[in-house]
T-cell receptor, first 111, second 115 residues
Framework: DQQVKQNSPSLSVQEGRISILNCDYTNSMFDYFLWYKKYPAEGPTFLISISSIKDKNEDGRFTVFLNKSAKHLSLHIVPSQPGDSAVYFCAASSGTYKYIFGTGTRLKVLA | EAGVTQSPTHLIKTRGQQATLRCSPISGHTSVYWYQQALGLGLQFLLWYDEGEERNRGNFPPRFSGRQFPNYSSELNVNALELEDSALYLC??????????????FGPGTRLTVL
């Protein structure tokens, strides 16, 4: 049973436009969410996080939105750059230090 | 500052053999996490060690085991290897501070291939 789902395996966006990556979860006990970015042959790197007491967190070009009632979060990248091309994982935790990861979305930003 | 390091980069074994994967956390980090990323799947949580003890374990059989040494480095052992154990194994480390959720920093991974 996949508790964290990223239903789009891939996404292509033109450089300069907005990239929106989506993530759905089923466990209402999750209260901390993160996004990781992974380049080929490298480990995932932390991008941005959000706690369940907030509905938005912004860091430069990256914004994460959380809709608790819909059990949905999304990562917005504006403007998208070719260097953003990577696999993006969302992860959720219920405070047990164990992150549950989604299957990832491969973002390709076209120059 | 050096990041999380893992060795070897690649490991090829045959069915039934044992594999040992190693991880060195970021200096000052006391927690080490192991994840498996099989083809088409997300990162699956395997094990969490902190201060030398196993704190949590994912839904994996007992032939997946590990340990954490006094210098906080860690080993993951996989016994009686099966073909489906072929995957990328990622190690992450974090510094626990008063129970706060800390960001996990990942190593580059070890790609295990079981023939």
């Amino acid at each position: 049973d996949q508790q964290v789902k990223q239903n789009s395996p891939s996404l292509s966006v033109q450089e300069g436009r907005i990239s929106i990556l989506n993530c759905d979860y089923t466990n209402s006990m999750f209260d901390y969410f993160l996004w990781y970015k992974k380049y080929p042959a490298e480990g995932p790197t932390f991008l941005i996080s959000i706690s369940s007491i907030k509905d938005k967190n912004e860091d430069g070009r990256f914004t994460v939105f959380l809709n608790k009632s819909a059990k949905h979060l999304s990562l917005h990248i504006v403007p998208s750059q070719p260097g953003d091309s990577a696999v993006y994982f969302c992860a959720a935790s219920s405070g047990t230090y164990k992150y549950i990861f989604g299957t990832g979305t491969r973002l390709k930003v076209l120059a | 500052e050096a990041g999380v390091t893992q060795s070897p980069t690649h490991l090829i074994k045959t069915r039934g053999q044992q594999a040992t994967l190693r991880c060195s956390p970021i200096s000052g980090h006391t927690s080490v996490y192991w994840y498996q990323q099989a083809l088409g799947l997300g990162l699956q949580f395997l094990l969490w060690y902190d201060e030398g003890e196993e704190r949590n374990r994912g839904n994996f059989p007992p032939r997946f085991s590990g340990r954490q040494f006094p210098n906080y480095s860690s080993e993951l052992n996989v016994n009686a290897l099966e073909l489906e154990d072929s995957a990328l194994y990622l190690c992450a480390s974090s510094f626990l501070s008063g129970g706060a959720l800390d960001t996990q920093y990942f190593g580059p991974g070890t790609r295990l291939t079981v023939l």
